[in-house]
């Protein structure tokens, strides 16, 4: 038999060997249902992946909220699983359904339709309606750089598949066109699509971020997803699943019950769509995974430990906290620089990993725990520092663009600075109508009551003016006062470049003694248990480099 070498491999397959891992197998075979405890903190992610490595269908994972989802779902990715989260269905400040959060769904959605897909869901979103999975594959075009292509049919197809025309995208389910340039946001993309044309052809395709709306990737061809019509969300969630060999799990289920309680408070209706949920899984294989013990099957995992110690200024002292005097340990880093600093710092405590049977992953657990059976245990390089656990908090997805919206907020009479023509005052926003297309602009007055109208395609040349409004004096549309400003800062600026090239020369000649390597340093350094950043990281073998030079530091 080969030797396993990769940690992962041998964890699962040692796991696979335990008697009541081989039970819940032979549940899954026989599409039973079964309940299994004892299923500390990460634990459950890892008989989760286990058994998917044998399940050859789809698998519906239901959690009590967003929040278990996401922590399900990166569990899952360190042991190599890939999954979708099912968010729940929200609605942003004008009563609308949120366009970030049905995209993810559109996304999440198009994904359980393939072979093999791991859907996570919490039961909020498991019961809301979705787009049938007909509407969602509709609309389906490929496009290929240099292919012959019109403008307008491709934006009229995209209209027709209810992508709101705006000026300028933002968010998903938006397009709009200016000139020669398309940009695409279908709901359920991985990212917006900027399609450059010159005449009938297609020049360039590439991928932005809206936030900033810079190019992301250049690409030779993409397909885009548009969807049909309106995609009403006339369907049910469990329509995209296969459910003859769909396989149910249910992480927490007392979380779970203690949600449903209180939805249940709230909407009278809540009980009746729970009941329909029951009776259409009832046929399908089942497990309730739970970190509390069962009476039907136990895996008896334990917790890695408390936060009690330093794995960082004690790696040995911590080994033997979480894991006795003997037994293998597996520290998942959630980064390459992560994993490199605790190398580091494993090197200069002289431990020595192989001796000690520690093993350095990256990936994001939630929280370690140890088998006893197999002297193993699961430990994210956090909890080995010795940080405590912080509350699970769910992230709101990030709407782009913050800067550009708050542009499009502005007040009639606020003032204004035209990147050209200077100061002017914000008197509000106005549709202009050119042939058959029209666009919103932004009418600004200048000095003498003179108007210029700004389209919302050029809003880059628009800023908010944001210094002291006292003897504030509007520019002269063509004049000259605003460029001689310019002209003005600009000549300062090289005055003081010029100056602080000057002092940096001066400094180039001063010599001091280099500042030896202080092993303390390296020892306060290695027992701070903080977060550490890129910056973190790397700023002080460069604070070393600087102090051991023979010239005045600059870092600072």
């Given at each position: 038999?080969?030797?396993?070498?990769?940690?992962?491999?041998?964890?699962?397959?040692?796991?696979?060997?335990?008697?009541?891992?081989?039970?819940?197998?032979?549940?899954?075979?026989?599409?039973?249902?079964?309940?299994?405890?004892?299923?500390?903190?990460?634990?459950a992610?890892?008989?989760?992946?286990?058994?998917?490595?044998?399940?050859?269908?789809?698998?519906?994972?239901?959690?009590?909220?967003?929040?278990?989802?996401?922590?399900?779902?990166?569990?899952?990715?360190?042991?190599?699983?890939?999954?979708?989260?099912?968010p729940?269905?929200?609605?942003?400040?004008?009563?609308?359904?949120?366009?970030?959060?049905?995209?993810?769904?559109?996304?999440?959605?198009?994904?359980?339709?393939?072979?093999?897909?791991?859907?996570?869901?919490?039961?909020?979103?498991?019961?809301?309606?979705?787009?049938?999975?007909?509407?969602?594959?509709?609309?389906?075009?490929?496009l290929?750089?240099?292919?012959?292509?019109?403008?307008?049919?491709?934006?009229?197809?995209?209209?027709?598949?209810?992508?709101?025309?705006?000026?300028?995208?933002?968010?998903?389910?938006?397009?709009?066109?200016?000139?020669?340039?398309?940009?695409?946001?279908?709901?359920?993309?991985?990212?917006a699509?900027?399609?450059?044309?010159?005449d009938?052809?297609?020049?360039?395709?590439?991928?932005?971020?809206?936030?900033?709306?810079?190019?992301?990737?250049?690409?030779?061809?993409?397909?885009?997803?548009?969807?049909?019509?309106?995609?009403?969300?006339?369907?049910?969630?469990?329509?995209?699943?296969?459910?003859?060999?769909?396989?149910?799990?249910?992480?927490?289920?007392?979380?779970?019950e203690?949600?449903?309680s209180?939805?249940?408070?709230?909407?009278?209706?809540?009980?009746?769509?729970?009941?329909?949920?029951?009776?259409?899984?009832?046929?399908?294989?089942?497990?309730?995974?739970?970190?509390?013990?069962?009476?039907?099957?136990?895996?008896?995992?334990?917790?890695?430990?408390?936060?009690?110690?330093?794995?960082?200024?004690?790696?040995?002292g911590?080994?033997?906290?979480?894991?006795?005097?003997?037994?293998?340990?597996?520290?998942?880093c959630?980064?390459?620089t992560?994993?490199?600093?605790?190398l580091?710092?494993?090197?200069?405590?002289?431990?020595?990993?192989?001796?000690?049977?520690?093993?350095?992953?990256?990936?994001?657990?939630s929280?370690?725990?140890?088998?006893?059976?197999?002297?193993?245990?699961?430990?994210?390089?956090?909890?080995?520092?010795?940080?405590?656990?912080?509350?699970?908090?769910?992230?709101?997805?990030?709407?782009?663009?913050?800067?550009?919206q708050?542009?499009f907020?502005?007040?009639?009479?606020?003032?204004?600075?035209?990147?050209?023509?200077g100061?002017?005052?914000?008197?509000?926003?106005?549709?202009?109508?050119?042939?058959?297309?029209?666009?919103?602009?932004l009418?600004?007055?200048?000095?003498?009551?003179?108007?210029?109208?700004?389209?919302?395609?050029?809003?880059?040349?628009?800023?908010k003016?944001?210094?002291?409004?006292?003897?504030?004096h509007?520019?002269k549309?063509?004049g000259?006062?605003?460029?001689?400003?310019?002209?003005?800062?600009?000549?300062?600026?090289?005055?003081?470049?010029?100056?602080?090239?000057?002092?940096?020369?001066?400094?180039?000649?001063?010599?001091r003694?280099?500042?030896?390597?202080d092993?303390?340093?390296?020892?306060?350094?290695?027992?701070?248990?903080?977060?550490?950043?890129?910056?973190?990281?790397?700023?002080?073998s460069?604070?070393?480099?600087?102090?051991?030079k023979?010239?005045p530091?600059?870092?600072?």
């Amino acid at each position: 038999m080969p030797q396993i070498v990769d940690p992962l491999d041998r964890l699962f397959a040692e796991f696979a060997s335990l008697p009541t891992v081989r039970r819940v197998y032979e549940a899954v075979e026989l599409r039973s249902q079964r309940k299994v405890g004892g299923l500390w903190g990460g634990s459950a992610a890892l008989l989760l992946a286990s058994v998917l490595r044998r399940h050859d269908g789809k698998t519906l994972v239901i959690t009590a909220d967003d929040v278990d989802s996401l922590q399900l779902q990166s569990d899952l990715a360190c042991f190599s699983v890939a999954s979708f989260v099912l968010p729940k269905q929200e609605l942003d400040d004008n009563q609308q359904p949120d366009p970030q959060l049905r995209s993810e769904r559109h996304k999440a959605l198009s994904a359980a339709g393939k072979q093999g897909a791991v859907t996570v869901a919490c039961i909020e979103a498991l019961l809301q309606k979705a787009p049938s999975r007909k509407a969602l594959g509709k609309g389906r075009l490929a496009l290929l750089r240099g292919q012959q292509l019109s403008r307008d049919p491709l934006i009229a197809q995209c209209a027709a598949a209810s992508l709101r025309v705006v000026p300028l995208v933002l968010a998903p389910g938006e397009v709009s066109a200016r000139g020669d340039v398309v940009d695409v946001f279908p709901l359920g993309a991985d990212a917006a699509v900027r399609l450059e044309f010159l005449d009938q052809t297609l020049e360039s395709i590439r991928t932005f971020d809206p936030a900033s709306q810079r190019t992301v990737e250049v690409k030779e061809r993409v397909e885009l997803m548009l969807g049909g019509g309106a995609l009403e969300d006339d369907a049910t969630v469990l329509s995209h699943l296969d459910l003859p060999r769909l396989l149910v799990v249910y992480y927490e289920p007392l979380r779970i019950e203690q949600r449903t309680s209180l939805l249940a408070s709230f909407d009278s209706g809540f009980p009746r769509g729970l009941m329909a949920l029951d009776e259409t899984l009832q046929t399908c294989a089942q497990l309730s995974l739970s970190s509390l013990p069962s009476h039907d099957l136990d895996l008896k995992i334990l917790s890695a430990g408390n936060a009690v110690g330093s794995g960082e200024a004690d790696p040995i002292g911590r080994l033997r906290s979480v894991r006795g005097m003997q037994g293998r340990v597996l520290l998942v880093c959630r980064s390459e620089t992560e994993r490199q600093r605790l190398l580091e710092i494993f090197a200069h405590k002289g431990l020595d990993l192989d001796a000690e049977q520690v093993s350095l992953r990256i990936g994001a657990i939630s929280r370690g725990f140890r088998i006893p059976d197999l002297a193993c245990t699961v430990l994210s390089n956090v909890e080995f520092a010795g940080v405590p656990q912080q509350a699970r908090v769910k992230e709101r997805i990030a709407v782009p663009s913050r800067a550009i919206q708050s542009f499009f907020e502005l007040g009639p009479g606020d003032y204004v600075v035209h990147a050209v023509h200077g100061i002017a005052r914000f008197l509000g926003m106005e549709l202009v109508e050119r042939g058959e297309s029209a666009e919103d602009h932004l009418r600004l007055s200048f000095a003498d009551e003179v108007t210029l109208l700004v389209p919302a395609s050029k809003i880059h040349l628009v800023q908010k003016y944001v210094g002291s409004k006292a003897g504030i004096h509007l520019d002269k549309l063509g004049g000259k006062g605003f460029q001689r400003r310019k002209e003005q800062v600009q000549e300062a600026l090289f005055d003081m470049a010029a100056d602080l090239l000057e002092v940096q020369a001066a400094r180039s000649k001063v010599l001091r003694p280099a500042h030896a390597a202080d092993p303390v340093e390296r020892d306060f350094l290695d027992a701070f248990p903080f977060r550490d950043t890129e910056d973190q990281v790397s700023a002080w073998s460069d604070i070393q480099k600087d102090l051991e030079k023979p010239s005045p530091m600059d870092r600072l």
